[in-house]
């Protein structure tokens, strides 16, 4: 079964604090993407990576970076959390066939305080 | 640009109801199209898709088709269940690297039994 992990469920940060959310995927894709899901929002593409050591911006990048330093692992980084980036957190990842059809990981839910 | 427009919830329904969540969409070319479900606490999960025009997508009694005359892609069930309360978001891929996945903002389906 195919499987997307992020490394925490709830995570409740202090402002300031740098703060790493860690996804992996075991189906050898080539795309990750991590999104922000807020109520009326839906869901805002943040950072997404096509390749190892490869990033883009999406629509909300500040505040934030991304590491790829390996195909199976795509690392969301808040530098100095604020209360404004709490926030569910999705991870996904897809290849450059199949349609392109993504998946999606169980999401984080950071809070900021 | 690409976009998806998906009708505003939150829909509610009683159970055995017949349900219809509307989705259009504008795209160039040919996208492929998706019907992502999330159940509460939980990431976003595939529930079909269709890659072409005149598709039809289906999937635990859900059934979606792709209608390029009408750029639409409507979801349906014939007979609602509560456990099918939940967030229905409406995407197309327009193909590429899959950065060019665009989402709907969701609908909120919620049946009483």
């Known amino acids: 079964d195919v499987k997307v992990t992020q490394s925490s469920r709830y995570l409740v940060k202090r402002t300031g604090e740098k703060v790493f959310l860690e996804c992996v995927q075991d189906m050898d894709h080539e795309n990750m993407f991590w999104y922000r899901q807020d109520p009326g929002l839906g869901l805002r593409l943040i950072y997404f990576?096509?390749?190892?050591?490869?990033?883009e911006k999406g629509d909300i990048p500040e505040g934030y970076s991304v590491s790829r330093e390996k195909k199976e692992r795509f690392s969301l980084i808040l530098e100095s959390a604020s209360t404004n980036q709490t926030s569910m957190y999705l991870c996904a990842s897809s290849s450059t066939d199949s349609y392109n059809e993504q998946f999606f990981g169980p999401g984080t839910r950071l809070t900021v305080l | 640009g690409n976009s998806v427009t998906q009708m505003e919830g939150p829909v509610t329904l009683s159970e055995e109801a017949f349900l219809t969540i509307n989705c259009t969409y504008t795209?160039?070319?040919?996208?492929?199209l998706f019907w992502y479900v999330q159940y509460p606490g939980e990431g976003l999960q595939l529930l079909l898709k269709a890659t072409k025009a005149d598709d039809k997508g289906s999937n635990k009694g859900f059934e979606a088709t792709y209608r390029k005359e009408t750029t639409s892609f409507h979801l349906e069930k014939g007979s609602v269940q509560v456990s099918d309360s939940a967030v229905y978001f409406c995407a197309l891929s327009a193909g590429g690297q899959g950065f060019s996945f665009i989402f709907g903002k969701g609908t909120r389906l919620l049946v009483k039994p």
């Open positions: 990576s096509y390749d190892v050591k490869m990033k």
């Open positions: 795209a160039t070319g040919y996208p492929s």
